[in-house]
């Protein structure tokens, strides 16, 4: 098994993964400002399907709340996959990870609008993580063999 050297780029994936989890808390505040103006009160995750549908202000807390919560399930899947395949290719990680970023404020951007269709702009930073599982693959089988 070959020794694992940490290099000095690895900083850069490091920088993507600490924006990321900023960009986490400042959707958690957009989600919480949006849940206030809407008046939907914990613990209720989403205003109700008929209250949506006669209120604005339900409908974008709606929109804003799936907007981070997908943002929230893919955020560990593609952290993984900058961290293992940083370590081997790390301004390849870095990069794709902040491709991945910007995809999600144009995604989370479009989302809140209220009108969700219009999260699909920022559908190019999914693309972002094929680069990031190829690398972390790479990485796997380099440290394996």
Request: glycine share 6%.
């Amino acid at each position: 098994m070959p020794a694992l050297t940490i290099p000095s780029e690895y900083g850069y994936v490091l920088g993507t993964t600490l924006a990321s989890t900023v960009y986490l808390v400042f959707l958690a505040t957009r989600v919480n400002k949006a849940r206030s103006k809407a008046k939907v009160p914990l613990p209720y995750p989403y205003a109700e399907k008929a209250e949506a549908e006669a209120d604005p202000l339900k409908h974008i807390f709606n929109c804003t709340q799936r907007a981070q919560q997908n943002t929230l399930e893919m955020w560990p899947i593609v952290t993984t996959l900058a961290l293992v395949s940083g370590l081997t290719h790390p301004v390849l990680a870095a990069s794709a990870h902040c491709v991945w970023l910007l995809g999600r404020v144009v995604f989370v951007a479009g989302y809140t609008t209220g009108k969700p269709q219009k999260r699909m702009y920022g559908v190019f930073g999914q693309m972002a993580m094929l680069p990031m599982l190829v690398a972390a693959i790479s990485t796997v089988v380099h440290l394996l063999s």
